[in-house]
C-alpha cells in the first residue's frame, strides 16, 4: 500500500516538478547561442550537453562570447592568476612569458596591448607582487591598478 501511494504521489508532482526547471538556463556557450529563444527541457539539455561536450564554454567564458558576460571573463581572471601565481610572477619579473601572455589573452588584450602589457608588468612588478604573502585577489587588484595608469592600457582597466 505504501508503494503505491508513493508511486501515485511521485507521479503526481513530477510532471510539476519537470516543468518548474523546464526553462532553466544551460549556460553560455555555443548551445546557448544556436538555442536561443527555443524553450523546454528538450532544448536546455540539449544546449548544457553541446555546451559541455564540445569545449567551447570554458572559451567562452574566457574570452567574454557566446553570450558569457564579461564577469565571466574576471572570473576566469582570478581563476587564472589563483592557479599560476609564481609562473605569472616569474613571467611579470622578466617582462614576458606564457602565463603572462594567457593573462592578457584573458584579460581581452591584442597584441599591441599585450607587449605594452609585458613592459608594464615587469616596469611595475614590486607594485603588482606587493610581498611574498600577496594574494591572487590582490594581484589581480594590482594589475588592475597598473593597467588603469597607463596610458597604453587604460581601456582595458576592468570595472
Do not use: H
Not at 98 to 113: F, H, K, V
Amino acid at each position: 500500500m505504501k508503494k503505491i501511494f508513493a508511486t501515485t504521489a511521485l507521479a503526481l508532482t513530477l510532471p510539476f516538478a519537470a516543468s518548474a526547471y523546464a526553462v532553466s538556463d544551460a549556460g553560455c556557450g555555443l548551445g546557448s547561442v544556436l538555442l536561443e529563444g527555443k524553450e523546454g527541457m528538450p532544448f536546455n539539455i540539449l544546449a548544457a550537453t553541446l555546451n559541455a561536450t564540445s569545449g567551447n564554454q570554458t572559451f567562452a567564458m574566457s574570452t567574454g562570447t557566446l553570450n558569457c558576460a564579461p564577469e565571466s571573463s574576471l572570473f576566469a581572471i582570478n581563476s587564472f592568476v589563483s592557479e599560476n601565481m609564481d609562473a605569472l610572477a616569474l613571467d611579470a619579473a622578466r617582462g614576458e612569458g606564457e602565463a603572462l601572455d594567457t593573462l592578457a589573452s584573458l584579460w581581452g588584450m591584442d597584441d599591441a596591448a599585450k607587449a605594452a602589457f609585458g613592459e608594464t608588468a615587469q616596469a611595475r612588478f614590486q607594485d603588482i607582487f606587493s610581498s611574498e604573502q600577496v594574494t591572487s585577489d590582490e594581484v589581480v587588484n594590482n594589475f588592475n591598478q597598473v593597467v588603469s595608469e597607463d596610458a597604453r592600457l587604460a581601456a582595458y582597466t576592468l570595472s
